[in-house]
């Protein structure tokens, strides 16, 4: 699961009992040598499926982390292409890929932006969120968004219960839920607090039309369902 490159198991130790934000500043220069990275795969069919949504101006990565989102917005934004993470030592690795980035540190339930992009994109980012705190995420990004702009981000389909990938899911959020009763700082990652209902409902609320449509390209199930979704959230009330 790990290359050589990546942390070690001590690394990913003290991380983990740091608190978010300097958790990531430790991870940052082995950050992309770990799975948590967004695959390239992954980048290459959202661009694709965003591409005929556009054309697109400028464009905002939320929690860009080392800014693998920024290839995407660099693909479809005919302007300015703006990172924002509240993690210094992970923007630090994103301006060295992407140098002509605007790159902004700042925490994503208080956005310090006008209504300036057409475009916003995340990548694996929002079990960061609990959910009492996504509406408040929601409104901060569709204040960011021009109107008529976008919000989107592919969305995985969760496993089969009973499965491999849902007992690992199940026993990780447990084990974070058992590290924050016990330990402080709190370090917020969750996978199972972040489901399309409740997700599509917030959305709804905090003023976007919300569709979402098959990443074809990842591939569909057993059942026949895609194996993500690329969730698209129109800005349509001021």
């Given at each position: 699961?790990?290359t050589?490159q990546?942390?070690?198991?001590?690394?990913?130790?003290?991380?983990?009992?740091?608190?978010?934000?300097?958790?990531?500043d430790?991870l940052?220069?082995k950050?992309?040598?770990?799975?948590?990275?967004?695959?390239d795969?992954?980048?290459s069919?959202?661009?694709?499926?965003?591409?005929?949504?556009?054309?697109?101006?400028?464009?905002l990565?939320?929690?860009?982390?080392?800014?693998?989102?920024?290839?995407?917005?660099?693909s479809?934004?005919?302007?300015?292409?703006?990172?924002?993470?509240?993690?210094?030592g992970?923007?630090?690795?994103?301006?060295?890929?992407?140098?002509?980035?605007?790159l902004?540190?700042?925490?994503?339930?208080?956005l310090?932006?006008?209504?300036?992009?057409d475009?916003?994109?995340?990548?694996?980012?929002?079990?960061?969120?609990?959910?009492?705190?996504?509406p408040?995420?929601?409104?901060?990004?569709?204040?960011?968004?021009?109107?008529?702009?976008l919000?989107?981000?592919?969305?995985?389909?969760?496993?089969?219960?009973?499965?491999?990938?849902?007992?690992?899911?199940?026993?990780?959020?447990?084990?974070?839920?058992?590290?924050?009763?016990l330990?402080?700082?709190?370090?917020?990652?969750?996978?199972?607090?972040?489901?399309?209902?409740?997700?599509?409902?917030?959305l709804?609320?905090?003023?976007?039309?919300?569709e979402?449509?098959?990443?074809?390209?990842?591939?569909?199930?057993?059942?026949?369902?895609?194996?993500?979704r690329?969730?698209?959230?129109?800005?349509?009330?001021?």
């Open positions: 699961m790990f050589p990546g942390p070690t198991v001590r690394e990913l130790t003290v991380q983990a009992l740091s608190s978010v934000e300097r958790g990531y430790l940052a220069e950050f992309d040598a770990t799975p948590f990275r967004t695959s795969p992954m980048l069919a959202v661009t694709d499926a965003l591409r005929p949504l556009g054309p697109f101006d400028a464009g990565d939320l929690c860009c982390g080392t800014g693998a989102g920024l290839s995407v917005l660099r479809l934004c005919a302007g300015r292409v703006t990172g924002v993470d509240f993690s210094a992970m923007l630090a690795e994103a301006g060295r890929a992407h140098p002509t980035a605007t902004v540190r700042a925490d994503a339930l208080a310090p932006f006008a209504p300036a992009f475009l916003a994109v995340s990548f694996g980012a929002f079990g960061h969120f609990l959910p009492k705190d996504q408040t995420l929601f409104r901060q990004v569709h204040a960011s968004l021009r109107p008529g702009g919000l989107a981000f592919p969305l995985p389909a969760p496993p089969r219960v009973g499965s491999l990938p849902y007992w690992t899911l199940l026993g990780f959020d447990a084990a974070m839920r058992v590290r924050n009763a330990w402080r700082p709190p370090f917020v990652m969750y996978y199972r607090t972040f489901r399309l209902a409740d997700v599509r409902e917030r709804t609320r905090a003023g976007f039309a919300v979402t449509r098959p990443i074809d390209a990842l591939g569909r199930r057993e059942d026949g369902s895609p194996r993500c690329l969730v698209v959230a129109r800005k349509t009330a001021v």
